[in-house]
């Protein structure tokens, strides 16, 4: 089975992915996690409480725009578009919080209509969260005041396909397996497979800057868009009238990774290529994290680069593959997976072995090609275990990897510790550059009396190191709210200032996205 052939899903709120097919903890993994004195909850899941929403003034006007029956204001609805699927956003859902709950869910159906939305709720000063596959884990779909979601899923087509270009026009509310079938039925493919792809959507792929699994040879998104479409409460701005220009800044950038601060990216011009022929995948092992880093830089800034390329700490390794006989027979060692869209490159597996590489075959590759977008299913069952589980990402320069990988190691298991739950912290590089790679970091512990808490003291420490180390507070997550102050220390008070008058260009009645990104 290929990409194109997954379904999309609609998430379940408050859990991940496809209800009809949910994953069950193995008896082993949950005596595992009683070593970590993780305990079931006595209590279940709360039911949210209605609370009031819009006037029938602000709902008239809102109905006025896009027709009535595009234009929801139940519970079930509101309920569903609450926040995003970061382990807080669940725990705040388990809870019944509803805090950040929309007052009415919006359904336009062209670029015309978001515009007209957005000067209806620029004029009436009602704030706007944009809204496509709602998978953001930072925070970035949690205004911070009242507000109504707008959902994209009715921009849903291909609008064109530019075959001597090789470029195709899809809008926002496309998902992401729906393109990929899409694109396939013409032969082509977008080469785009972040982790979230059963949810995740064309839309937030442009507004969160995202990264997919075979980064190494398709890119990040934001390399794969070379033109898109914003509506603003002022109106449209065009960008992409080639693919490269001197004409100035570049300003596709500028609303790339914007979160819809700064407008809703309704569609998207994106670089699409041939559907390959042949896929291979197999994985490498090596003694340790430090030969594995050597051995994928060397192909990342020298060649020949494969399509996906991954390497898993020794942690990570021991706990994805249990079984020794699949690192050839040994016990300890890391794993690198290694993929290829088209013909196989020998070369690729040249450069493998001389940096001291054991080709262990098709098995570990395979395994983890099958098993890629079901892993984000565990993070449920744990959690009704009564574990801590999350994740976190950063990047650095090639110079910086190992201390950055310690340092955060270090805070994480130092900040839960302390807190009377230490953790398991396993890390793998997902992305790599010539210049550098990302860190992504999954940390599962017992949960204490307030799990939201607790995580948050845990992410301060670990972006505390992170900025200390080196690093950027996100690769390719975003910056929501949950990375707000992080990123303006990261970038500088003049560089915050300029963004903010961009966002006062655009947006004057700051009624786009409020909180998220800027404050």
């Known amino acids: 089975m290929t990409e194109s052939d997954l379904p999309v899903v609609q998430l379940t709120p408050g859990r991940w992915g496809d209800p009809a097919h949910p994953v069950d903890l193995p008896a082993a993994a949950v005596d595992a996690l009683k070593h970590l004195g993780v305990r079931r909850p006595a209590a279940g899941p709360v039911d949210p409480v209605d609370r009031p929403g819009l006037t029938a003034a602000q709902l008239n006007f809102l109905a006025g725009v896009v027709g009535a029956e595009h234009v929801t204001t139940d519970l079930d609805s509101r309920w569903a578009h609450t926040r995003g699927y970061s382990t807080p956003d669940l725990l705040r859902h388990r809870a019944g919080d509803t805090s950040d709950m929309p007052d009415a869910v919006v359904y336009p159906g062209t670029h015309d209509e978001v515009l007209a939305v957005l000067a209806a709720c620029s004029e009436h000063d009602l704030a706007v969260v944009p809204y496509s596959g709602g998978t953001s884990v930072v925070g970035g779909l949690a205004a911070s005041r009242r507000f109504i979601t707008v959902d994209l899923r009715r921009l849903d087509q291909l609008i064109e396909i530019d075959e001597v270009s090789r470029t195709a026009t899809l809008q926002a509310g496309v998902r992401g397996p729906a393109a990929e079938a899409l694109l396939a039925d013409r032969g082509y493919t977008l080469g785009h497979f972040p982790q979230s792809y059963e949810g995740a959507s064309i839309g937030g792929y442009a507004a969160a800057r995202s990264s997919g699994q075979s980064s190494a040879g398709y890119g990040r998104f934001d390399q794969i868009v070379v033109g898109l479409t914003l509506a603003t409460p002022r109106g449209t701005v065009e960008l992409g009238r080639a693919p490269m220009s001197a004409a100035g800044p570049d300003l596709r950038q500028l609303v790339l990774g914007s979160e819809g601060a700064f407008g ?40 020949p680069l494969p399509t996906v390329l991954r390497l898993s700490d020794e942690a990570e390794t021991a706990v994805n593959l249990a079984d020794p006989d699949v690192l050839g027979g040994g016990t300890g060692g890391v794993l690198a997976i290694v993929g290829f869209d088209g013909p196989y490159k020998q070369a690729t597996a040249g450069v493998l072995t001389a940096a001291g590489g054991q080709n262990v075959g098709e098995g570990p590759g395979e ?50 510790t302390d807190q009377g739950t230490p953790p398991l912290v396993l890390c793998h590089v997902s992305h790599v550059y010539e210049t550098g790679a990302s860190l992504y970091f999954t940390v599962i512990s017992a949960q204490t009396d307030d799990p939201v808490g607790q995580w948050r003291t845990a992410k301060a420490a670990a972006s505390q190191a992170i900025a200390v180390a080196g690093g950027t507070i996100s690769h390719h997550h975003g910056v929501g709210t949950d990375h707000r102050e992080a990123y303006a220390e990261e970038i500088g008070p003049l560089a915050v200032e300029a963004l903010q008058a961009v966002k006062n260009v655009l947006d004057p009645g700051r009624v786009l996205n409020p909180g998220i990104l800027l404050t």
């Open 264 to 303: 809703i990216i309704t569609s998207v011009v994106v670089r699409i290529r041939p559907r390959p022929t042949e896929r291979h995948f197999e994985g490498w092992r090596f003694e340790n994290f430090e030969a594995g880093l050597t051995a994928i830089r060397r192909l990342a800034q020298d060649g």
């Open 367 to 416: 395994t983890w090609r099958v098993g890629r977008y079901r892993a984000p299913y565990l993070r449920d069952p744990l959690l009704d275990e009564g574990a801590l589980v999350e994740t976190l990402e950063t990047a650095a320069f090639w110079a910086k990897v190992p201390a950055l990988k310690a340092a955060v190691t270090e805070a994480l298991v130092r900040s839960l």
